[in-house]
């Protein structure tokens, strides 16, 4: 082989080699763009609002603990003023986006099974999710362009809204929020005597287990209960606790039996 030659082709193999790397760089970027997009934890719990970017194919609604308490009446027993009832309150999703509600209202001494009705600006009923028994989850939904607010068929007071963009979702990424005490609880049974290991620890770890990036957290602290020792409502075995983004790429019937159980594993009993 002449040295033309040879140059000629260690110039082709450089190309071909930069063509790559700049592909995989792209990729990397345009990952990490989308899970940028996707909004922080403080900023979910300080406005109530998530505005997902198409890249999400799936949202999971999380009805948080204690979620049936009526915060006119007994706020201070609900796990946060911020997000109480489903997380977020506000969703904003591009046309396509699937929803799914996960149902981690705790039962203590007596279950909270919830149904969700979504209604149209007319106030129609378009879906239900049926009745959600605790960590139990809805079948997925994809609703036209408009908004809608969710409700709950026996808790009225837990509200909220769907508004679905005309923008189109191009992915099959699936995205929620989860809810978590901060540090470990000094008492993490439950009346019966069975254990749960979730705090924020354990998720940090057992998240990326199960397939799920934690994208965001953020910490905060409901501490409203005046006669409470602690002054946090005992349900909730703490008045510390985190909110989780997280976001997996996994197939969704996967997502969802592992949802189910870090539900269950959470001490918020």
Not at 39 to 44: H, Y
Not at 64 to 84: G, I, M, Q, R, V
Not at 196 to 214: A, C, M, R, T
Request: charge should be negative; hydrophobic fraction near 35%; include cysteine.
């Amino acid at each position: 082989m002449n040295q033309y030659y040879r140059i000629t082709l260690i110039i082709s193999m450089y190309a071909f080699l930069t063509i790559i790397l700049m592909n995989v760089s792209n990729r990397s970027f345009g990952i990490e763009q989308q899970e940028l997009e996707i909004p922080q934890a403080k900023s979910v719990y300080d406005t109530e609002t998530m505005h997902l970017p198409s890249s999400v194919g799936y949202f999971i609604i999380l009805i948080a603990n204690e979620a049936h308490e009526d915060w006119s009446n007994e706020k201070h027993k609900l796990l946060t003023d911020h997000n109480p009832y489903f997380v977020p309150s506000h969703i904003i999703i591009p046309k396509g986006t699937a929803i799914v509600f996960l149902n981690a209202d705790a039962p203590w001494n007596t279950p909270h099974p919830h149904t969700i009705n979504i209604e149209d600006n007319s106030g129609k009923v378009i879906h239900t999710t049926g009745k959600m028994e605790y960590a139990n989850s809805s079948d997925s939904k994809v609703l036209p362009v408009g908004t809608y607010s969710i409700t709950d068929t026996e808790y009225e007071w837990m509200k909220g809204t769907i508004t679905v963009s005309d923008e189109t979702s191009t992915g099959k990424d699936i995205v929620g929020g989860f809810y978590s005490p901060t540090n470990q609880v000094s008492n993490n049974l439950d009346n019966d005597g069975n254990m749960h290991p979730g705090w924020l620890g354990y998720y940090e770890s057992e998240f990326p287990k199960n397939g799920f990036n934690i994208l965001s957290e953020h910490n905060f602290s409901y501490n409203t209960c005046s006669y409470c020792e602690g002054k946090f409502w005992p349900d909730n075995k703490t008045g510390d606790h985190t909110l989780i983004i997280f976001g997996t790429d996994q197939p969704l019937s996967e997502a969802i039996v592992k949802l189910q159980k870090l539900v269950k594993d959470n001490v918020y009993i």
